[in-house]
């Protein structure tokens, strides 16, 4: 089958079926033309990659994965440190989502929202800390979007920019 047939079968765009290609996690076939050719078995690994990327495992994690699901010697117990390593990593990221939520949520209550110019929001932006320092807060957390490999709110090889990534 062609890309795009293979995409359809897949759930995963053209675009991100060239971008596996290009770092080694599919190897279709070629047609004498160059065009690439696309089998049940690389469906097969598309539909892995989308499913593992869904659950937000990093694309180094993936490569493990696949080289785990390949092989049929291989240790569930391999599998399984993978999968709790990640969901650390998740939930160390969900605690960080929650203590920047906890932080907008905190300057919010301080905007007073109306007509006046002033506002914490703004100058906790620019990078004034004055506003959250008063609420026991010296700064926002560290941890911003696309900082971390891996990270479901990265850029292209991580999800894609502006929300969490679901297909890929």
Do not use: T
């Not at 990327?53 to 240790?75: G, I, M």
């Not at 391999?78 to 605690?95: G, N, P, Q, S, T």
């Not at 914490?120 to 320092?133: K, T, V």
Request: net charge neutral; proline share 6%.
């Amino acid at each position: 089958m062609n890309i795009g047939e293979a995409a359809r079968a897949s759930g995963v765009s053209q675009k991100m079926i060239r971008h596996y290609e290009a770092i080694g996690l599919l190897h279709p076939a070629r047609q004498p033309n160059g065009y690439r050719v696309y089998s049940a078995n690389d469906v097969a690994v598309l539909r892995f990659i989308r499913h593992a990327r869904d659950l937000a495992f990093p694309l180094e994690d993936v490569r493990r994965l696949l080289a785990l699901w390949r092989d049929h010697h291989r240790a569930s117990a391999d599998v399984r440190r993978i999968a709790l390593d990640h969901v650390a990593a998740l939930e160390e990221k969900a605690r960080s989502l929650q203590a920047m939520a906890a932080s907008l949520r905190h300057l919010a209550e301080h905007c007073q929202g109306d007509d006046r110019p002033d506002c914490p929001i703004l100058d906790e932006l620019e990078g004034r800390h004055d506003h959250c320092a008063e609420g026991g807060r010296d700064e926002l957390p560290a941890l911003r979007a696309g900082d971390h490999p891996g990270d479901p709110l990265a850029g292209p090889a991580g999800g894609g920019a502006g929300g969490p990534r679901r297909r890929g």
